[in-house]
């Protein structure tokens, strides 16, 4: 197993997603670093799902100092960039906004689809791309050398870098893998599935 990188501390990382309508105390630029300094500390990191992928739901989360991260599922429904570049616009106003991490849907349902997506919210400037239902250490590692090909962004490889790349275990007969997976260099954050599991 690869050893940590030097002056990176162990990542003990709690991530709480929680119902966005259980949140009700209210905190520019290309992108967000903020998940990335909260974990840098060994902090708990605080998200919630997107639910509405509005400009007034965005502003409605920047005004919230207590979220680290946002959760924007594209996994299921249509692959559009457009909104969530509008979204990330108006998230993206005020000063020191959540980060958005977005889901797509899972590799093993077209590698070159996942691929290409991973590409398209780089350029969009999203702040992570988590991939649900990795099956494999293989698919771990594929899903590091697309972001790895396209940006020097990634945390923690990049211990400056403000990207991050989150993997999930989601199904039950992958769990015997789960430690060759979250043993792939270069993974950010690594959750098992709350919901699937």
Known sequence: MKEPLKGTPPMRILITLCAASLLFVPASGESSDKL??????????????VREKTTEEAQSF???????????DMERGE??????????????ATDDPP??????PPI???????RERTEALIRAHADGVAFPHIM???????????IESKTDRMWPNNSEGDFV?????????VVSQAKAITSTP???IFSPGPGSL
Do not use: C
């Open 36 to 49: 990335v300094r909260v974990l840098k500390r060994g902090d708990t990191a605080f998200g919630t799902f």
């Open 62 to 72: 920047a005004r919230n100092s207590q979220l680290d991260f946002l959760f924007y």
């Open 79 to 92: 692959f559009d960039v457009p909104t969530l570049e509008a979204f990330l616009k108006a998230l993206r």
């Open 99 to 104: 980060s958005v991490i977005v889901r797509i």
């Open 108 to 114: 093993h349902d077209g590698p070159d689809q996942a």
């Open 136 to 146: 494999n250490a293989t698919e771990a590692a594929n899903a590091v050398s697309w």
């Open 165 to 173: 790349s989150f993997v999930m275990i989601e199904d039950p007969d």
């Open 186 to 188: 270069g993974i950010s």
